[in-house]
T-cell receptor
Framework: DGGITQSPKYLFRKEGQNVTLSCEQN?????MYWYRQDPGQGLRLIYY???????QKGDIAEGYSVSREKKESFPLTVTSAQKNPTAFYLC????????????FGPGTRLTVT | GQQLNQSPQSMFIQEGEDVSMNCTSS?????WLWYKQDPGEGPVLLIA?????ELTSNGRLTAQFGITRKDSFLNISASIPSDVGIYFC??????????FGKGTRLSVIA
């Protein structure tokens, strides 16, 4: 099946630990994105990458880091510097064509205590 | 960052009723997208619009790209219980990431 995979669905960590969220896509999409969603809130952009080995900060990049070493993978690390890391994290990707269609993964719910 | 004005924030309707929601922006967009999100899941793309004035349907859903390119509308006809969820609009221009509305939470009363 083609699509975007995020694992795990639920993740629990202790405060002060870094944690890496996985995002993989087999859609051959050029661009990938990470969003954060808090309860009852909209989507806020953390980081995005339009091509391998390049990425840009979104609106709320502080306390997060990413890498884009492979086209199909865009892992997000939530560092201990992120003050309120508990949230629902969504990965998305889109092709580079004229038709702008962005697709989302199923999300990872991170709980930090 | 920039956000779209999406309204209403929430709505409760009877099963079988039609639903309308909209998004407005102070900026011009080249693309409008509409998504639906179920609890605990990622948003699912419903409709994509690429041309001012364009009207596109997907089953009981119809969306329009406003003629000014600053707004878009989504209509759902004859709502059913599985239409419950949060609907997001998103606009895009140039080579910049999508800008999202804050969502419309739809509840359907059987």
């Amino acid at each position: 099946d083609g699509g975007i995979t995020q694992s795990p669905k639920y993740l629990f960590r202790k405060e002060g630990q870094n944690v890496t969220l996985s995002c993989e896509q087999n859609l051959n999409h050029d661009a990938m994105y990470w969003y954060r969603q808090d309860p009852g809130q909209g989507l806020r952009l953390i980081y995005y990458s339009q091509i391998v080995n390049d990425f840009q900060k979104g609106d709320i990049a502080e306390g997060y880091s990413v890498s884009r070493e492979k086209k199909e993978s865009f892992p997000l690390t939530v560092t201990s510097a992120q003050k309120n890391p508990t949230a629902f994290y969504l990965c998305a990707s889109r092709s580079g064509g004229v038709a702008y269609e962005q697709y989302f993964g199923p999300g990872t719910r991170l709980t930090v205590t | 960052g920039q956000q779209l004005n999406q309204s209403p924030q929430s709505m409760f309707i009877q099963e079988g009723e039609d639903v309308s929601m909209n998004c407005t922006s102070s900026s011009i967009f080249n693309t409008w997208l509409w998504y639906k999100q179920d609890p605990g899941e990622g948003p699912v793309l419903l409709i994509a619009l690429y041309k001012a004035g364009e009207l596109t349907s997907n089953g009981r859903l119809t969306a329009q790209f406003g003629i000014t390119r600053k707004d878009s509308f989504l209509n759902i006809s004859a709502s059913i219980p599985s239409d419950v969820g949060i609907y997001f609009c998103a606009g895009q221009s140039g080579n910049t990431p999508l800008v999202f509305g804050k969502g419309t939470r739809l509840s359907v009363i059987a």
